[in-house]
């Protein structure tokens, strides 16, 4: 008896995936931003420096790390933030199914793409860490 033959049998449900959507996994800072992602209906990326869209489109590649390279010096993977942030530029569409994990990722949600890009500032956060000030720019 062949896989066909199997599922119609037992009458297994089987779902048909459109070859042609995408599905993507976007991190939620774990799980940081999972509920304002889930209730707000909308996710993001955090490099809130390089919101140009347009820079994106046009400036050479080698540019773009060496501006992040030195607005994160810390990180060792530039050219993994420069990929993430193309990525969510120009690969993300419409139509696209997007899972966000919860903290511990306990819980995968699931929702549809429904519009481009879009860059906005949301909040501005200034959280205190002894005598260390951060401020963080949600986008």
Do not use: C
């Amino acid at each position: 008896m062949n896989l066909e033959e199997l599922i119609e049998e037992y009458e297994i449900p089987v779902v048909q995936i459109d070859d042609k959507r995408k599905y993507w996994l976007v991190r939620t800072q774990s799980g940081e931003y999972y509920e304002q992602f889930y209730f707000e209906n909308f996710i993001s990326v955090g490099w809130d420096e390089f919101n140009d869209i347009e820079k994106f489109k046009t400036a050479d590649k080698s540019v773009i790390i060496k501006e992040i390279e030195k607005a994160y010096p810390e990180n060792k993977k530039p050219g993994l933030i420069y990929s993430q942030i193309k990525r969510f530029l120009f690969e993300l569409s419409p139509g696209d199914v997007v899972m966000i994990p919860s903290p511990n990722s306990t819980r995968i949600s699931f929702g549809i793409i429904l519009s481009d890009v879009e860059i906005k500032i949301l909040a501005r956060l200034i959280l205190k860490k002894g005598n260390v000030h951060l401020q963080k720019e949600e986008m």
